[in-house]
Every structure is written in C-alpha cells, then in structure tokens.
Nanobody
Framework: QVQLVESGGGLVQPGGSLRLSCAAS????????MGWYRQVPGKQRELVAV???????NYVGSVKGRFTISRESAKNTVYLQMNSLKPEDTAVYYC????????????????WGQGTQVTVSS
C-alpha cells in the first residue's frame, strides 16, 4: 500500500521556523512532482510549493523568500523549510505526490498525506 507520511508540524512563535517532512513508501515505481498544500477551515486547499522530478520549484507568492521546498529522491522524501513564519501561515499542511505505482505501465496518480498542523502564534 502506497502512503505519504508527514511530520514536523507544531506550534511556533511569529518569526520562527519549522521544517516539514513527507516520506513516500510502498510499491513506488516513479515519483513525478511533489508538493505542499495548506488549508484553513472554511477555505479551499491552496498550493504552497511544488518541486518537479528535475528539481524545478514554484511557490505561491505569499511564501516566496520565506519557504524552501526540496526533495531527497533516494529517500522518496520532500521537505518544506519554513522561515519567518507569520500567523497567517497557520493551517493544516498536506503533502502531495504524483506517483506511478505497482507496474511501469500503470498511469500516475496523485496521493495525499494525512496532514500536519502548523500553528503560528505568540
């Protein structure tokens, strides 16, 4: 069974830092893009950052210069380094990965992690 497991969320003061991790496991053949989304109650889930298999990155404007996405392909893991955190960054953060699983000829699917809470408050 393929799964994404996130870790690293928690409570931090404004201006602080957190590092989120997301490890994929199971019968994975190939991982394409990996990304982080976030969601607050009553709002749609929004893309925060994405990284392709080639290492290209893209960020939502509100986190540019503060967040950095990276991946360690050998460990099927994606990270999100969050610096200079603001109260408006408070949300549940979800890991997402587009993966080919099972066999080489299977079509890729998008998988989601269970989410990790990030709270920025003094």
């Amino acid at each position: 069974q393929v799964q994404l497991v996130e870790s690293g969320g928690g409570l931090v003061q404004p201006g602080g830092s957190l590092r989120l991790s997301c490890a994929a496991s199971g019968s994975i053949i190939r991982i394409n893009a990996m990304g982080w989304y976030r969601q607050v109650p009553g709002k749609q889930r929004e893309l925060v950052a994405v990284i392709t298999s080639g290492g290209s990155t893209n960020y939502v404007g509100s986190v540019k210069g503060r967040f950095t996405i990276s991946r360690e392909s050998a460990k099927n893991t994606v990270y999100l380094q969050m610096n200079s955190l603001k109260p408006e960054d408070t949300a549940v953060y979800y890991c997402n990965a587009e993966m080919t699983t099972g066999t080489w000829y299977s079509p890729p699917h998008k998988y989601w992690g269970q989410g990790t809470q990030v709270t920025v408050s003094s």
